[in-house]
């Protein structure tokens, strides 16, 4: 079958509309990252900004005829996520992309993943971990909804996130998307282990995608020396909400007993 003339990228993301240290919106360095992708000339991007029902669009993106803001019933990111993705689909976009508004994408990340998803449905990326002064912290190999790339038509078969889990809805979507017997490709960067035996010696939150992910999972590696999202950890991400606040880890520790539950393992 010929491909399209032109195919489009619904480019998700969930935000409530905080600002970075240099007054600029996350959600606005997220969407010049996005635009700023080296990508075919027939690839046209469209952004969908999950918002709460009651924020206040900033003027500095509400008029660009290629951003729309869908506005939540609920106040989580995962519903947020949810409304914005619903909006896209029914915009008949080709791809869903995912992007969370304080994370952003290296320049290659939307060409490689378009180039792994002629082999597989789904795609995810590991990621650099940088502080709020973009030093660098680590490599995160979770599949994090920031680095997600798929079909219009698998996000439809899969389903949206639970919003009755708040800390680890994307283990329970990547649970669901196992179960659907989806072909997904873990990407990271070129240097790293990509087999069970040599990620287990020294990258073992790779194996877990290879063991964890269901049968159909497997990692590549791309051509950068870096991961392809960089991920900004901050005191308002969730994570971080997890490791100080007993609260929050009590509620983290129930929803990994409700997942183990559900699939048998906590899904990668």
Known sequence: MPRPAERSVAIVIPSRLAGS?????FVEQAVAAARAQTRPADIRLAFFIGIDSDAQVPPSLGLQPDITFARSAGRSQSAAINTAAHAAAAGGHDFIAMLEDDDQWEANFLAW?????????FVSSNQLEIDAEERAIRVNDFPTPSGWMMTTDLWRRVGPFDESLR???DNDWLGRLALSGAKRIHLVEATAPVTLQTCAQVRPWIANVLTQGGPNSTVKR?????????RMVHHGSGMYRIATDPVAAAQS??????LASRYGRIPW
Do not use: G
Not at 113 to 121: G, K, P, R, V
Not at 253 to 258: P, R
């Open 222 to 230: 791309h051509l950068s020396s870096r991961p392809l999202i960089r």
């Open 253 to 258: 520790q129930d929803e990994y007993q409700q």
């Open 21 to 25: 240290t240099n007054r600029v919106l």
């Open 167 to 169: 800390w680890h809805v």
């Open 113 to 121: 993943s378009l180039t792994a998803l002629e082999s597989c449905d």
